[in-house]
């Protein structure tokens, strides 16, 4: 079973790491311009972003690739 991960580049990593490092690299305005969703357009927070990413699959999808490209 601990095979199953091992090239997985964001394994370990919690979404909440995630977020907070591309919003410190990035900050919120900009990731609302390359990932077009309301949580990081209006009233961003990580608090709600967390909360939408966690129910929605291809959002966290999208935030998952961005994040690859950014420090990987």
Same mark, same amino acid.
Request: glycine letters at 6%; proline letters at 4%; hydrophobic letters at 35%.
């Given at each position: ?17 995630? &977020?907070?490092? %591309? ?6 305005? /900009?990731?609302?311009? #390359?990932?077009?969703? =309301?949580? $990081? ?8 972003? &967390?909360?939408? %990413? ?6 966290? /999808?999208?935030?998952? #690739?961005?994040?690859? =490209?950014? $420090?990987?």
């Amino acid at each position: 079973m601990s095979g199953d991960q091992k090239n997985n580049p964001l394994h370990g990593l919690k979404l909440i790491d995630i &977020l907070e490092a %591309l919003v410190e690299k990035h900050g919120w305005e /900009e990731l609302g311009y #390359r990932i077009n969703i =309301r949580c $990081f357009n209006y009233d961003p927070s990580i608090k709600s972003s &967390l909360q939408f %990413l966690r129910r929605t699959p291809w959002a966290r /999808e999208k935030v998952e #690739r961005l994040y690859l =490209r950014s $420090f990987k």
